[in-house]
């Protein structure tokens, strides 16, 4: 998980705008993902971006990869309180090697 | 997208005894991935399981603890074998479907 890194909570109130950030640090990665963890439950696939798109939209979710700084965010556009959970990144490096490489998870709080 | 099942769904085991997870999917994938992620930490990546082939291990996991069969492209097993508490944990399997990786809802092991 060191290579993939994301600050581990972030809090906002219920209506409000949520960014979850991520840095990653191979450049070989082409596939970057997004996933949501609710408590005791498995990871849903929210999105995820490939490294030659700057900006994906999909209805709440807003997803920005800046590759020269390899910095990937996730907005949530009026954040609500089921959308409380831990969320992944994960990236998938193009080393013939498919598997994903996750970064720590942030818990995010939405607060009514 | 992909429906993928597993069971058991969680399983409380005494040290010194093995567990087989199952993992079933709908759709026929290639390769499947296994998944540990222990309390409160993300996941890792136990080994790659292409069908007819043996599985391919990370650095820190091994045959003899983590045996995995894939006898079909729909199905795979892992076994934790002489298991310790320092094998409670979620074992989550996962497939990748034109580009979209999918996980299962995990197993949630318990070792007492």
């Known amino acids: 998980g060191e290579d993939v890194e994301q600050s581990l909570f972030l809090s906002v109130r219920e209506g409000d705008s949520s960014v979850i950030n991520c840095t990653y640090t191979?450049?070989?990665?082409?596939?970057l993902y997004w996933y949501k963890q609710e408590p005791g439950a498995g990871l849903q696939l929210l999105t995820y971006?490939?490294?030659?798109?700057d900006m994906k939209q999909d209805q709440r979710l807003t997803v920005l990869l800046n590759k020269k700084d390899k910095h990937l965010s996730l907005r949530i556009a009026d954040t609500q309180t089921g959308d409380s959970a831990i969320y992944f990144c994960?990236?998938?490096?193009?080393?013939?090697?498919?598997?994903?490489?996750f970064g720590s998870g942030t818990r995010l709080q939405v607060q009514p | 997208s992909a429906v993928i099942s597993q069971k058991p769904s969680r399983d409380i085991c005494q040290r010194g005894t093995s567990l087989t997870i199952q993992c079933q999917v709908d759709s026929q994938v290639t390769m499947m991935f296994w998944y540990r992620q222990q309390p409160g930490q993300s996941l890792t990546l136990i080994a790659t399981?292409?069908?007819?082939?043996?599985?391919?291990?990370e650095s820190g996991f091994v045959i003899d603890k983590f045996p995995i069969s894939r006898p079909n492209l729909t199905f795979s097993t892992l076994t934790v074998s002489n298991m310790s508490p320092e094998d409670s944990s979620i074992y989550l399997c996962?497939?990748?479907?034109?580009?979209?990786?999918?996980f299962g809802p995990g197993t949630r092991l318990t070792v007492t």
């Open positions: 994960a990236e998938k490096r193009d080393t013939g090697r498919r598997a994903l490489t």
């Open positions: 399981a292409n069908q007819g082939s043996e599985a391919t291990y």
């Open positions: 996962s497939v990748e479907i034109l580009g979209e990786q999918y």
């Open positions: 971006i490939f490294s030659n798109m």
């Open positions: 191979d450049s070989s990665s082409t596939y």
